[in-house]
């Protein structure tokens, strides 16, 4: 019932800066953890930002400083500014959410700990 949908992706180039957004149905965004995952052709799920549902935030260490992750619980929106961009940032991007009443923690970077998933959007970063 619940969805799950990314836009924002595109080709850019490198240092340049996109702003993806992850919308999610329903009447409980708010009590979401939600998070952006990466993936690039050959390689695993790897969790890039992540928030909880109480606005605390954590980041990868490969984009800290560079990515600001945030909600808007008034428009069931979850965004990624990406800033500074490299070729190595070049992934599917997609966006995961697990309820707060299922797991109490909500900033884990594994993609194992969140149930729910979009099905992401194609991020191209060149050199």
């Known amino acids: 019932q619940v969805t799950v949908v990314e836009s924002g992706g595109g080709l850019v180039a490198a240092g340049g800066s996109l702003r993806l957004s992850c919308v999610i149905s329903?009447?409980?965004?708010?009590?979401?953890?939600i998070g952006w995952f990466r993936q690039a052709p050959g390689k695993g799920r790897e969790g890039v930002a992540v928030?909880?549902?109480?606005?605390?935030?954590n980041y990868a260490d490969s984009v800290k400083g560079r990515f600001t992750i945030s909600r808007d619980n008034s428009k069931n929106t979850l965004y990624l500014q990406m800033n500074m961009l490299k070729p190595e940032d070049t992934a599917k991007y997609l966006c995961a959410y697990e309820s707060r009443y299922y797991k109490a923690y909500g900033l884990s970077l594994e993609a194992a700990d969140f149930r729910f998933w979009g099905q992401g959007t194609q991020v191209t970063v060149s050199s």
């Open positions: 928030i909880d549902a109480g606005g605390n935030e």
């Open positions: 329903g009447d409980f965004f708010s009590t979401y953890h």
